[in-house]
């Protein structure tokens, strides 16, 4: 199982480092079988090969190994940290920094290309959603384009827009529903959910058959909660 923690715009390198360091000393104590990955800003990266039981990540970069290309983190700036993993297409890139399909496209086959672990990230806006599961799939599909699903290291995290940072997930049943027909079409990628998720709601949002983690903002961002939150899925019978 993947929990994974975005901490988009928000935690400095200082109490990054502190979360880090609490976080790990959690997981030496209370070892688990979850895959635990945390994506700080790219001015608070630090070494990953620092934290043992934790897999660092980039919430963005951009599609170059260096060069000029004004205010972008590249290839080089991960490298220097060990940095492997990547999360690609997650809304606030699309929406607010209107990031095209076409270049989150040619993100995730630089990512590819590089060996990365990508969590891939979909999801519909509120007026899709109002149209029904159909017009959410025919939306969702459309977020593929360009995309290598074949690629064994991809993850896909499903997070529609309306329930990001609302305090409002989604429906279990509306989640059960699509991830079910993600699975049909990605046999082996891990499938996350995302939006909204606290520990109150974490237990039944993994116990939907095709749901293996979540990627958590607002309640990943005190290191004691993520802890919570990992002990919680720790506890989730697949
Ligand atoms: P949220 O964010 O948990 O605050 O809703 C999730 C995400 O954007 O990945």
């Given at each position: 199982m993947i929990i994974a923690a975005n901490f988009k715009a928000n935690h400095t390198r200082e109490s990054t480092a502190a979360y880090l360091e609490a976080l790990?000393?959690?997981?030496?104590?209370c070892p688990t079988s979850c895959d635990v990955r945390v994506y700080p800003s790219a001015s608070s990266f630090l070494r990953a090969d620092l934290y043992s039981h934790v897999k660092l990540g980039a919430q963005n970069f951009y599609p170059v190994i260096n060069g000029a290309y004004t205010g972008e983190t590249s290839s080089q700036h991960l490298d220097e940290f060990g940095i492997k993993n990547v999360l690609i297409g997650h809304s606030e890139r699309r929406v607010i920094l209107n990031e095209t399909q076409d270049i989150t496209a040619k993100k995730y086959a630089f990512a590819k290309e590089r060996g990365w672990e990508i969590i891939y990230c979909i999801g519909e806006p509120k007026y899709i959603r109002d149209n029904g599961f159909e017009a959410v799939m025919e939306y969702l599909w459309s977020e593929f384009e360009g995309i290598d699903i074949d690629y064994e290291k991809f993850s896909v995290a499903y997070?529609?827009?309306?329930?990001?940072?609302?305090?409002?997930?989604?429906?279990?049943?509306?989640?059960?529903?699509?991830?079910?027909?993600?699975?049909?079409?990605?046999?082996?990628?891990?499938?996350l959910y995302?939006?909204?998720?606290?520990?109150?709601?974490?237990?039944s949002i993994l116990s939907i058959r095709s749901c293996s983690g979540v990627l958590i903002g607002n309640a990943a961002l005190d290191a004691a909660n993520f802890c919570k939150l990992i002990q919680t899925a720790q506890n989730v019978q697949k």
């Open positions: 790990n000393l959690f997981l030496d104590a997070e529609p827009i309306w329930a990001i940072g609302t305090g409002v997930s989604a429906k279990i049943q509306d989640i059960a529903e699509v991830l079910d027909a993600l699975k049909k079409r990605f046999a082996t990628a891990p499938l995302g939006g909204s998720v606290k520990v109150e709601n974490l237990s």
